[in-house]
Structures are given as structure tokens and as C-alpha cells.
């Protein structure tokens, strides 16, 4: 059985949720340094004229010419 800090038996739903919690806390993890991983991999010209496209969308009257 799982016990708080207090020493107190612990109910075994909320034992399940901490597990769970812990769980969670542990693949996010995971996740953000695989997520950084990506973007330093990226072609930051590519990235860098992906953002002036947009920047030029955003002004009035904007028209592809490619």
C-alpha cells in the first residue's frame, strides 16, 4: 500500500492518479526534448523565409506572385 509523507495509508485512487501524474510528467518530458531535437534540426534560412512570407501577408493588399 502506498503511504503519504505523513506516513498515513493512502486511498488507492488517489495512489493510481499520483502514478499516473508521475506517469505524465515523464513522457512530457520525453516529449519536449525530442520537440527540441526537431526544431534544431530545421533549416533556419528555410524558417527564417517562411516568417517573412507571413510578415508580408499580414500588410494590406499582399498578392502571390509565385
Not at 501524474?21 to 527540441?36: A, D, G, P, S, T
Amino acid at each position: 500500500m502506498k503511504t503519504t509523507k505523513g506516513g498515513k495509508v493512502m486511498n488507492p485512487t488517489n495512489a493510481y492518479r499520483k502514478e499516473l501524474r508521475k506517469k505524465e510528467l515523464k513522457w512530457n518530458k520525453e516529449r519536449k526534448k525530442v520537440r527540441q531535437v526537431g526544431i534544431l534540426k530545421k533549416d533556419p534560412q528555410a524558417m527564417k523565409e517562411q516568417i517573412e512570407k507571413l510578415e508580408m501577408m499580414s500588410k494590406p493588399f499582399y498578392y502571390d506572385v509565385s
